[in-house]
């Protein structure tokens, strides 16, 4: 054993005339590690794994492809480390996701900003796998280009892209969204489409794992989106191994370990598919924790009567469904991988130039959004549902800013769909406004304020659901059916004692409804009826 050349790495001396040799350095991260070079393989092993876990340490270097069978040349590895007092640092990150400057995946390719040094991933970090295929042209002409208008798929993708976005945002919380409905309707394509914007989509963990398991896989998603596919395999009834996971993970949970003695925060984004919402097995537990359940996974429904199934229409050139979706598993099996690296090149150096003005423009989309759903200026203020929807669409403005994203992408219109959707799962906790403009805003939702009633027979009648129209002096009237009433106000007997509730809804003595004409060739028909706000008609006509 002899000092080398360079003064923090010591050659060894092996059996058979091997080479080898030991160095110490310090990651970006801070933790101190062992470098290994034995029989022209290098592997990478924390110094304090070296303290009473020696057969987990050669473990690893093995992994690494650095064996060391004889015993001679383990003493000799051993007295090498022991000789090693000095750690200087190294641009070396140990984690995945952001370390500082940089920004790191499982395959190794760490992303450092112009004009800093060149990081590395550790060896015993970087994972082997399919991380990247085709090329970034490829997905966004035969991926992001075919999506347009799709609000529920492209809001998947906005979430992905959003993961490596949370840390800098100013969102306390790790958001999550859980893809509700029947079988057979495109809910894990969703699923898919979203991890394949970062990774190869067919390598999905599930529910069936334990919650430590989960927790010990949720390390690989690091800054990026955490997909779980089949939610339904916990048991809801009981639902408390699920409840758990859930506020643990929207937590962020800190975590110490016994070589990184440093709390670091792991941040992601969770999407997770489920036949039945998670909020259904909730009656059980107080109002309270509920709510709060339900602002960590967000449900969006996958609409059971929509013959499309994700999709809002078919684009040009698909006659079915089940086609266009085909046409998405293909690409994506194909491409997968290259969009997020083409994002976080620029995050990682719009973020180096100034990270305060670009957490300021993170904030400041994110303002936007919140101020199109009317949140910002409630009194309720911003909430983690809206920060979480509004952080995707800043995604989707700073990806479309940075040629990422097609202009065509209206990334407001799909995030507010989405929102709107999440509201529409959850109306016994959503405020009598919010309530009122997602009726009106339903794409079914006829308006009639300026046009005659058309002819409508009985199933489309249905179909729409509701009506605006002009009523006295101007006014406009939300007119509305008892199915639909049925959908967003399950708590209709309690909230239509409020004052607000009794200052908007108009009623006949004796019924619940005014007679209104929403169609050519019937008489006036009994409907729901409310008196829009002026503020709410103002946004209505903005949109």
Known sequence: MSKSDTIDRIRLTLAKGRSGSVAGFRSLGGTEFFEIEYGGAAGHVPRLMFLDQQPAAKILLARQKVVVMSKKDWTEVIKGIEDIDEFPPRPIVDRLGWTDEYFALRDGKVFSPARQPKAQLVSSTANEGDAKSGTFARWRKEIAEPLTGQSLPMVAVLAAM??????????????????????????????????????????????????????????????????????????????????????????????????????????????????????????????????????????????????????????????????????????????????????????????????????????????????????ASSPQGRTRPSSSFGLFYAAGAFAQRRGVLPETWDCLAACVAAYRNYQAQLPECTPLAARLMMIADRPQTLDLRDTEPPRLPDEEFKAHGAFLKRGKNGRTELLVTDDVVDRYFPDWRSLSGSTEFKSLNLRDRDHRTKQRQVRKGHKKERLVCFVLPTDMVKQIDAD
């Open 162 to 375: 959003a993961a490596p976005l949370l840390r800098y945002s100013g969102l306390t919380h790790n958001p999550g969204l859980e893809l509700c409905g029947p079988r057979g309707k495109g809910k894990t394509l969703l699923l898919r489409l979203a991890i394949s914007v970062a990774d190869n989509p067919n390598k999905l963990p599930t529910f069936d794992a334990t919650r430590i398991g989960l927790s010990k896989i949720s390390e690989r998603y690091e800054d990026r989106i955490f997909p779980v596919d089949e939610g339904s395999h916990v048991d809801r009834n009981d639902g408390h191994f699920f409840q758990s996971l859930v506020f643990g993970m929207a937590s962020g949970t800190s975590r110490v370990t016994a070589f990184q003695t440093e709390i670091h925060e792991s941040r992601f984004i969770l999407m997770t598919t489920a036949n039945r919402s998670y909020h259904e097995s909730l009656s059980h537990l107080d109002h309270e924790t509920r709510a709060a359940a339900l602002d960590r996974l967000l449900p969006l429904s996958v609409d059971p009567d929509n013959e499309l199934g994700v999709f809002d229409f078919l684009p040009e050139g698909f006659a079915t469904s089940g086609e266009f979706a085909r046409y998405l598993e293909q690409g994506m099996n194909a491409l997968f991988g290259v969009a997020i690296r083409r994002l976080l090149h620029s995050i990682v150096n719009t973020k180096a130039k100034d990270t305060v003005s670009f957490a300021a423009s993170l904030g400041a989309d994110i303002h936007a959004f919140e101020t199109a759903v009317g949140v």
